[in-house]
């Protein structure tokens, strides 16, 4: 009887230290899980939220300047997205929303820019070339 005894609370001492190690790694395990969502759901709705063409006419026409600005700028997530969720789903897709839709003004600004650069520097070496080319009517 005794043996059954010795036997009887080492098997209560394994399963009270399984429970004590166990439920942190769930609690961090559902985190992770909660912290996927919100990121994959942030991303998706920042790409379809940010103006991308209001962004890239703006790099052509501001250059420098609107790189800056579209760097700066940090847009707000729809509430409708977060509506009934939890405090830390609210933390993560709100980070991750600003995060995403400041990358995506900031290169379509870049490309804005880059194409005003390309144009610019296309006009100026066909006027060069029309001066080099043009025969002289004076003599």
Same mark, same amino acid.
């Given at each position: 009887?005794?043996?059954?005894?010795?036997?009887?609370?080492?098997?209560?001492?394994?399963?009270?230290?399984?429970?004590?190690? *166990?439920? %942190?790694?769930? @609690?961090?395990?559902?985190?992770?899980?909660?912290?996927?969502?919100?990121?994959?759901? !942030?991303? /998706?709705?920042?790409?379809?939220?940010?103006?991308?063409?209001?962004?890239?006419?703006?790099?052509?026409?501001?250059?420098?300047?609107?790189?800056?600005?579209?760097?700066?700028?940090?847009? *707000?997530? %729809?509430?409708? @997205?977060?509506?009934?969720?939890?405090?830390?789903?609210?933390?993560?897709?709100?980070? !991750?929303? /600003?995060?995403?839709?400041?990358?995506?003004?900031?290169?379509?600004?870049?490309?804005?820019?880059?194409?005003?650069?390309?144009?610019?520097?296309?006009?100026?070496?066909?006027?060069?070339?029309?001066?080099?080319?043009?025969?002289?009517?004076?003599?």
């Amino acid at each position: 009887m005794k043996r059954k005894s010795k036997l009887h609370s080492r098997f209560n001492a394994v399963i009270m230290l399984c429970l004590i190690f *166990y439920s %942190p790694f769930v @609690s961090h395990a559902l985190q992770n899980s909660v912290r996927a969502d919100a990121i994959a759901a !942030a991303e /998706r709705d920042a790409v379809d939220q940010v103006n991308k063409p209001l962004w890239f006419f703006g790099g052509c026409l501001g250059g420098i300047l609107v790189i800056i600005l579209a760097n700066i700028h940090e847009p *707000y997530p %729809p509430a409708s @997205s977060l509506l009934g969720k939890s405090p830390e789903y609210v933390s993560f897709y709100t980070d !991750a929303f /600003r995060a995403k839709s400041r990358n995506l003004q900031t290169s379509q600004a870049m490309r804005g820019c880059a194409a005003n650069c390309i144009v610019v520097t296309g006009c100026y070496g066909c006027m060069i070339l029309n001066v080099v080319l043009e025969e002289s009517y004076y003599y």
